[in-house]
């Protein structure tokens, strides 16, 4: 059984820093990329960011390119999101996904397997 769970959401003053991890089970975890994409209230899901199964190979929503870092650990079966330079704007609640394809997209319907989410509250 798959399992895909985010942790390390809470909230935090803009300008500040939060490291979410998803741990995964259940995959052959080194040949799936990983995505992080978030929803804020009211709104649609949208793309963050996304590392290959390697790990060569990132890509970020502009919104978030310079202040994010997403990265994976093979061995641990994880992948993390680092985000620094907090703005409200980052609120919302962020889910980790992971996709069987060597093709990088950024459509959340493309991707195989999904967590839960974990809540991130910037307050200004």
Same mark, same amino acid.
Request: aromatic share 14%; proline share 1%.
């Given at each position: 059984?798959?399992?895909?769970?985010? $942790?390390?959401?809470? &909230?935090?003053?803009?300008?500040?820093?939060?490291? &979410? $991890?998803?741990?995964?089970?259940? &995959?052959?975890?080194?040949?799936?990329?990983?995505?992080?994409?978030?929803?804020?209230?009211?709104?649609?899901?949208?793309?963050?960011?996304?590392? $290959?199964? $390697?790990?060569?190979?990132?890509?970020?929503?502009?919104?978030?390119?310079?202040?994010?870092?997403?990265?994976?650990?093979?061995?641990?079966?994880?992948?993390? &999101?680092?985000?620094?330079?907090?703005?409200?704007?980052?609120?919302?609640?962020?889910?980790?996904?992971?996709?069987?394809?060597?093709?990088?997209?950024?459509?959340?319907?493309?991707?195989?397997?999904?967590?839960?989410?974990?809540?991130?509250?910037?307050?200004?």
């Amino acid at each position: 059984q798959v399992q895909v769970v985010e $942790s390390g959401g809470r &909230l935090v003053q803009a300008g500040g820093s939060l490291r &979410l $991890s998803c741990a995964t089970s259940g &995959l052959n975890f080194s040949r799936y990329a990983m995505g992080w994409f978030r929803q804020a209230p009211g709104k649609e899901r949208e793309f963050v960011a996304y590392v $290959s199964w $390697s790990g060569t190979y990132t890509y970020y929503a502009d919104s978030v390119k310079g202040r994010f870092t997403i990265s994976r650990d093979n061995a641990k079966e994880t992948v993390y &999101l680092q985000m620094n330079s907090l703005k409200s704007e980052d609120t919302a609640v962020y889910y980790c996904a992971a996709r069987m394809s060597v093709v990088f997209t950024t459509s959340s319907s493309q991707y195989n397997y999904w967590g839960q989410g974990t809540q991130v509250t910037v307050s200004s």
